[in-house]
């Protein structure tokens, strides 16, 4: 079984920064593609940002592009949300996923989440 487990949240001002990360076991990391998602209060779930298997390839959602970075050590079995700039509106509850499918496909595992607050 594939376990996901987030880390790094908390509370910063607008402007600011936060790294949170997603360490997972349970299978090769490496096979695995990752994503990140949040959820505000009141809000549907949201799409962030998407790496493959390898880091070299990368997507991310409109209103976090130039803002968030997305990166994975595979020596680590663990994926990275560095986020810069933060906006009141990126307040959300983070979610770290996992597919074994390639990109298009729906995730198959998911972490508990950790909490971003931004303040203004």
């Known amino acids: 079984q594939v376990q996901l487990v987030e880390s790094g949240g908390g509370l910063v001002q607008a402007g600011g920064s936060l790294r949170v990360s997603c360490g997972v076991s349970g299978r090769t990391f490496s096979s695995l593609h990752m994503g990140w998602f949040r959820q505000a209060p009141g809000k549907e779930r949201e799409f962030v940002a998407a790496?493959?298997?390898?880091?070299?390839?990368?997507a991310y959602a409109d209103s976090v592009k130039g803002r968030f970075t997305i990166s994975r050590d595979n020596a680590k079995n663990t994926v990275y949300l560095q986020m810069n700039s933060l906006k009141p509106e990126d307040t959300a509850v983070y979610y770290c996923?996992?597919?074994?499918?390639?990109?298009?496909?729906?995730?198959?595992?998911w972490g508990q989440g950790t909490q971003v607050t931004v303040s203004s």
């Open positions: 996923a996992a597919k074994t499918s390639g990109w298009g496909t729906q995730y198959d595992y």
């Open positions: 790496i493959g298997r390898s880091g070299f390839t990368t």
